[in-house]
């Protein structure tokens, strides 16, 4: 089952095939090289423009394959070498089984993430020799390890049993950090006064940040986004997130998570955002990523879940009829 | 034999690696009780409607049995945001189209499909080719 | 002569007090672009998410929650407390009325679409840019961006619907389509059908209220346009901020509630 989940990950890579064959060159590296001599424009309420419709799909994976060890950079060759030969894996898929169960996403134009150019020649969205999240804590892996031996057996008893994202809660793309997802990987950022508005397309949730350098919520609230403080320093926008219920559970984190965004646009069409992730009591040192943003033609479409959330409903049918089915036998 | 490019399945996979931590870990569709991979179906009908809908659209079709006798069924597509970014609108499928199903049928045995293959009777692809083609003014 | 001399003097004076009298109306602050400046929280101060039309107290819909979710009174926003239903519609809105803790999108957590967002019981927060003003609503992580460039067509219906805006002079001009027929616009049952289109008003009337107006037409379902109108009141407490309504997972056991393995004691409508 692991093996096969690696396989589909690498596959996953491929969605961007078609589109870094023709990346621009330049593109790509000025990104990895900051660009630092590019001064961005400014908002009419003059600070920093950062706003914008954007994706930030992307071909990189969160996490560096094992096989490429500390190797934080592809050369431009070994980038293009990398999506041909993911492209060529294909999976094959039995009619009759699992893996055939599913919509067309060529049809409905998802199977690429619709995508852009990664402007990278990273290995990784994670930066760094390692690449990868740290190992959890000992007692992170505990309280990890006891919530799914609690769901195991369970997991179709209900709507709490099912993911946040199939009950249409969260989806953790959305962090803060936030991630590229599978599809519809869009953001709009619109600066107003004093304020920085983030609406992720996944799942139509928006945050407000202030811009004010005020102080975080009291500590007993705790919120499924967090509460984000942000302040200008240069060309960059700063984001401070605290206040996490441990509901979002962020790839194991309690709500003891922080997270340090930083947003800076460095070059008309794209902004680079760069993020660290910490949590004294879920990983032994923090963590830190970047992915680009890239501009794309708006608006952001709605995306309702709850209200036509027919499959959450259809899956506990269809296990109550499956159990219904064994209880036959 | 079907060869499928999984890329979908992939990168999806990314959001649920995501939610790891709370959920359990599945392959890919989170909808894995939906629908039957026993059941397979094929289906002739005519659209009714198209639910331009999230998580997933729906097309509602009435399919004539050899009776005569019409059942309506619906069927599960993909995400629509894709398809309105490359300039689809509502009235890409209208109600009275003829459309060919195949795919599998709702675990529960309600008169619901998963529409892995949907085509217009003359075989035409509803929206997007394999490579995104289709979308209205992509004739280059 | 002097009749008509005396008269030219009369009316040229009057037609100098004309615009003094207009430049005590209200000016708000410009925004950097020149346009009125309408960022911050607001949120409605009346009982229209329970009746938009003016109504009595009544009780509520559980007895054992007695007077903490009995509905309150109101004296509506309804310009004329009419809502021009046509004849045929009727039957459907005394239907929603007589199974409205049910049926009621807002009950579901469901996104509550235009003009409703705007009179929720919960604040919402104006992001105002020259090329886009973005409206996030408490309730529900609704959330609208309104397009202030040339108008744009929606190509699908949608809850919180399309809005085209531009400004007659310190007035925003919200022209909402492509709303779907499945929100209401109280917990009453008013209702309409996806041929409704909105045009809303933000006026500024002081430095901590707008005037807010909607009109209301959906010819397959009333007779003739109608108008809400209702003053918006500016959250001004320092720490004043939008949080968390996030109310799917409240309503999970009313939509799943009968499919699960082992119900809960309790009741699990439909």
């Known amino acids: 089952m692991s093996h096969r989940f690696i396989q589909i990950a690498l596959v996953g890579v491929v969605s961007l095939t078609s589109a870094v064959a023709q990346t621009a060159p330049t593109k790509m590296l000025a990104a990895k090289e900051g660009a630092k001599t590019w001064t961005p424009p400014k908002t009419a309420d003059g600070v920093p423009d950062i706003s914008g419709v954007f994706t930030n799909a992307s071909a990189i994976p969160l996490e560096r394959p094992k096989d490429l060890g500390s190797k934080e950079f592809f050369t431009r060759e070994e980038a293009e070498a990398n999506i041909k030969k993911v492209e060529n894996t294909k999976e094959v898929v039995a009619p009759g089984t699992y893996g055939d169960v599913h919509y067309s996403m060529a049809q409905f134009g998802l199977e690429r993430g619709e995508n852009l150019l990664p402007p990278t020649l990273r ?117 401070d997130t605290t206040n996490f219920t441990d509901k979002t559970a962020f790839r194991g984190s309690g709500d003891k998570l922080h997270v340090i965004e930083r947003f800076t646009r460095i070059d008309p069409d794209d902004v680079l955002y760069q993020f660290t992730v910490d949590d004294p009591e879920t990983w032994a040192k923090p963590w830190s990523g970047e992915v680009t943003m890239s501009k794309i033609d708006g608006p952001i479409f709605e995306y309702a879940c709850s209200e036509g959330n027919y499959g959450l409903r259809n899956n506990l049918s269809g296990a109550r009829a499956a159990e219904k089915e064994a209880a036959k036998k | 034999m079907t060869k499928r490019l999984h890329v979908a399945v992939a990168t999806l996979g990314f959001g649920a690696l995501l939610t790891l931590a709370a959920a359990p870990l599945f392959a890919h569709h989170s909808f894995a009780a939906e629908f039957d991979p026993a059941k397979p179906v094929k289906l002739k009908g005519t659209v009714t409607e198209m639910e331009w809908i999230n998580p997933h659209s729906w097309i509602h079709i009435d399919v004539k049995g050899p009776d005569g006798k019409v059942t309506s069924w619906m069927v599960e597509g993909g995400s629509p945001n894709a398809l309105l970014r490359r300039g689809f609108t509502k009235d890409a499928l209208p109600a009275g189209a003829e459309v060919i199903v195949e795919g599998y049928q709702a675990k529960d045995g309600s008169n619901r499909a998963n529409g892995r293959d949907i085509t217009f009777a003359d075989g035409k692809k509803l929206f997007l080719g394999s490579n995104n083609t289709g979308a209205p003014g992509d004739e280059k | 002569m002097p009749n008509r001399s005396w008269t030219l003097s009369l009316a040229a004076i009057l037609a100098a007090a004309i615009p003094a009298a207009a ?248």
């Not at chain 1, 508005?197 to 940040?209: G, K």
């Not at chain 3, 925004?31 to 101060?45: E, V």
């Not at chain 3, 009595?56 to 819909?61: I, L, N, Q, S």
Request: hydrophobic content about 35%; proline content about 8%.
């Open chain 3, 23 to 270: 430049q005590t109306a209200y000016r708000a602050p410009r925004a950097a672009d020149g346009k009125a400046d309408l960022n911050g929280i607001w949120q409605a101060l009346n009982t229209a998410d329970w009746d938009i039309q003016a109504h009595a107290a009544a009780a509520g819909p559980a007895p054992m929650l007695a007077a903490d979710f009995a509905q309150p009174p109101g004296t509506g926003i309804v310009e004329g407390n009419e809502i021009p239903y046509l004849p045929a519609m009727l039957d459907k809105k005394k239907d929603n009325f007589a199974k409205r803790y049910s049926e009621d999108p807002e009950v579901k957590c469901y996104l509550p679409g235009v003009p409703r967002a705007t009179y929720m019981p919960y604040p919402f927060q104006i992001v105002q840019s020259p090329s886009v003003i973005l409206i996030s609503y408490e309730y529900a992580a609704a959330v609208r961006t309104i397009n202030m460039g040339k108008p744009t067509k929606a190509p699908v219906d949608s809850w919180m619907g399309w809005s085209n805006g531009h400004w007659e002079g310190d007035t925003l001009v919200v022209d909402v389509t492509g709303l779907n027929s499945k929100t209401w616009f109280d917990r009453a049952g008013n209702f309409h059908s996806d041929a409704l289109h909105v045009v809303e008003r933000y006026t500024p009337r002081s430095a901590d209220t707008l005037m807010y107006e909607a009109t209301i037409e959906d010819p397959k379902v009333f007779s003739k346009p109608w108008k809400i109108s209702m003053p918006l009141y500016r959250h001004v407490e320092k720490n004043a901020q939008l949080l968390e309504f996030k109310c799917v997972e409240f309503a999970e056991e009313l939509l799943y509630g009968n499919l699960r393995k082992q119900p809960r004691g309790g009741t699990a409508p439909k």
């Open chain 1, 123 to 239: 290995t990784s969205l994670i930066v760094g020799p390692e690449g990868r999240v740290p190992p959890l804590l000992p007692e992170a892996a505990r309280r990890q390890a006891a919530k799914q031996a609690a769901n195991r057996g369970h997991e179709f008893d209900g709507p709490e049993n099912r993911g946040l994202a199939e009950q249409c809660i969260l989806w953790g793309n959305e962090g803060p950090p936030m991630l590229p997802v599978g599809y519809n990987s869009d953001l709009q950022i619109v600066q107003g006064k004093g304020y920085v508005a983030i609406l992720q397309e996944m799942i139509h949730d928006t945050r407000i940040i202030p811009t004010d350098g005020s102080a975080h919520l009291d500590p007993s609230v705790k919120l499924w986004f967090g509460d984000s403080r942000g302040h200008w320093e240069g060309n960059t926008l700063v984001v």
